[in-house]
C-alpha cells in the first residue's frame, strides 16, 4: 500500500492550496482517508478525515479547508483556502477504517498506513 501528498509549497496569508493525497495498492473505496499536520516542535494534529459519505473537520480548519476524494483516480484532497502562517506544517495523509467515528479520527494510532508528508508554509 502506498499513500503520496503533494502540492504543498509556499503561500501567501489568504492564498490557497490544494494537496493531493494520491493512493495505490488497496480499494479506496473501502477505506477513510484522514489528514493530519505536524509542525515543528509541536504535536501531530488531525485536520480532516473523510470516508466519501462523512466528513469530520477540526474546529480550527472548519469553513477554510475541504476533503473531497475520487475514487476513480484513487486520490483524496484537501483545498486549502484563507491560509494563515499558524498553517505552516508538514502535511500527511493516512489510511484507516470507513468506520471511525468523530471520536476516533483526530487519534494518529487509528491509522494503519501514512505516507509522506508535504510541506506548506504561509509567508509573506
Known amino acids: 500500500f502506498q499513500l503520496q501528498a503533494s502540492g504543498g509549497g509556499l503561500v501567501q496569508p489568504g492564498g490557497s492550496l490544494r494537496l493531493s493525497c494520491a493512493t495505490t495498492g488497496f480499494n479506496l473505496d473501502a477505506y477513510g482517508i484522514g489528514w493530519f499536520r505536524q509542525a515543528p516542535g509541536k504535536e501531530r494534529e488531525g485536520i480532516s478525515y473523510?470516508?466519501?459519505?462523512?466528513?469530520f473537520y477540526s474546529t480550527f480548519v472548519k469553513d477554510r479547508f475541504s476533503i473531497s476524494r475520487d475514487n476513480a483516480k484513487k486520490t483524496v484532497y484537501l483545498q486549502m483556502n484563507s491560509l494563515k502562517p499558524e498553517d505552516t506544517a508538514v502535511y500527511y495523509c493516512?489510511?484507516?477504517?470507513?468506520?471511525?467515528?468523530?471520536?476516533?479520527?483526530?487519534?494518529?494510532?487509528?491509522?494503519?498506513?501514512w505516507g509522506q508528508g508535504t510541506l506548506v508554509t504561509v509567508s509573506s
Open positions: 473523510g470516508n466519501g459519505v462523512r466528513k
Open positions: 493516512a489510511r484507516a477504517s470507513a468506520r471511525l467515528i468523530f471520536s476516533e479520527w483526530r487519534t494518529p494510532s487509528n491509522y494503519g498506513y
